[in-house]
């Protein structure tokens, strides 16, 4: 369906969950795909050894220097960059009240900064060498609606909405297109706490569809729009969410 064949894609946070599910899609349309992890080695290794030939990189994206030798790497190993997947995240709890700035601050460190750092130095690149690039951010329907006890999270993922936006404008000229996907509940591993002790049920009660999405089905709605199929859409934000949540 998708063709790749000599692109090179970034997936950050591309070993785990909607990310590990975005690398195996694209490698089987034919991509060299660099995929970053914070720290887990051994799910980096299953995946080296599921896709021969994918470059794994590992380390903490909200440093200025990781995030550079990121697109550096990937630049080394495959001479091209053309498509970025923004994928990398956190989500905890944070009560209003409870003052828990480092609770904040990392918050933002993961799922905002490092996006920015990722994201700004491949377009510096891109600008240079005139690369008509896709970018595709992973939000959270949460960016649009706000959610309680998350509002950090909540307010990263707002970031990420409006940053999309500005991009496509400022970028879209140059031809480098800039989407979005904003989930919704996804049945991954940062969701098992949640979802235990008959926590998906209930879940999946609040869903129209009527059953939590897998990570493959967000994945294929980013692929989709980091191909030549989605060549007429730029700043859009694509919710996949089961019909929990009705605006884009």
């Not at 709890?93 to 996006?115: C, K, P």
């Not at 690149?125 to 008509?132: S, V």
């Not at 940062?190 to 999405?213: C, H, W, Y």
Request: glycine share 10%; net charge negative.
């Amino acid at each position: 369906m998708f063709d790749f064949k000599g692109k090179t894609a970034i997936v950050t946070g591309g070993t785990r969950g909607i990310g590990l599910a975005v690398s195996r899609i694209l490698f089987g349309s034919g991509a060299n795909v660099v995929a970053s992890y914070s720290s887990n080695r051994k799910a980096a290794e299953r995946l080296e050894a599921e896709c021969p030939g994918i470059l794994t990189v590992s380390g903490d994206l909200g440093d200025e220097s990781t995030a550079v030798s990121l697109i550096d790497s990937a630049f080394e190993r495959f001479n091209t960059i053309d498509v970025l997947i923004n994928n990398a995240g956190i989500w905890n709890y944070l009560t209003a009240g409870s003052f828990q700035v480092e609770v904040w601050d990392h918050m933002i460190r993961n799922n905002l900064r490092s996006v920015y750092l990722v994201t700004d130095y491949l377009i510096s690149r891109w600008l240079k060498d005139g690369t008509k690039g896709r970018i595709v951010h992973v939000a959270s329907t949460a960016g649009q609606r706000g959610e309680a006890e998350h509002a950090h999270y909540a307010a990263t993922k707002g970031a990420i909405i409006s940053y999309t936006k500005s991009l496509s404008s400022e970028l879209a000229p140059k031809g480098i297109i800039t989407n979005c996907v904003a989930p919704g509940w996804v049945d991954t591993e940062m969701n098992t706490d949640v979802f235990a002790d008959s926590g998906k049920e209930k879940v999946a009660a609040g869903i129209p569809l009527g059953r939590v999405p897998s990570a493959e089905e967000i994945a294929w709605p980013i692929v989709f729009l980091a191909s030549e199929l989605a060549s007429a859409i730029s700043g859009e934000i694509l919710n996949v969410n089961g019909g929990s949540v009705l605006c884009g």
